[in-house]
């Protein structure tokens, strides 16, 4: 079971003061990596000209561009919600970075109330996020967000 609101605090700790978006997300990222278990990759993609680019990541390399309303994350992102997939081969249209991945989890991150981009989490399990992780990312990205 993750601790979130000590990864939160972790979190808070690590952007205080910081204005560079590329540290606190890269940052954000390797916390995450390091504490959750059976992941295989966390990361961002952020929303610029219309599409999400690839941002700051822990895992394998990744697509770096998706498109809104494609994928968990383009789906996600376009209709500003969170999305927990059990396992991605049934997600219509899903896009696979890493064909080891199974699962996932998409929240949405936002500034000045408009969609920012994604935090975006993939696991080689199935079923491997709940709704305790779906909460407890939900906090972390909040928090995030006063960093951005």
Request: with cysteine; proline share 5%; net charge negative.
């Amino acid at each position: 079971m993750t601790d979130y609101k000590d990864l939160t605090l972790q979190l808070k700790s690590l952007t205080e003061g910081v204005e560079y978006d590329i540290s606190n997300l890269a940052n954000a990222a390797a916390l995450l990596w390091m504490s959750l278990p059976d992941i295989n990759w966390s990361g961002f993609y952020i929303l610029k000209d219309g599409a999400l680019r690839l941002g700051p990541f822990a895992g394998k390399p990744a697509c770096m561009l998706i498109e809104m309303g494609k994928g968990v994350c383009g789906t996600a992102a376009a209709a500003d919600e969170t999305l927990v997939v059990p396992d991605v081969h049934k997600f219509p249209g899903h896009i696979a970075c890493d064909s080891a991945s199974n699962s996932e989890i998409v929240v949405p991150l936002h500034r000045d109330g408009a969609v920012y981009g994604v935090l975006d989490i993939d696991s080689p399990i199935f079923e491997r996020f709940s709704e305790e992780d779906r909460e407890g990312l939900e906090a972390f990205a909040r928090a995030l967000e006063e960093a951005l």
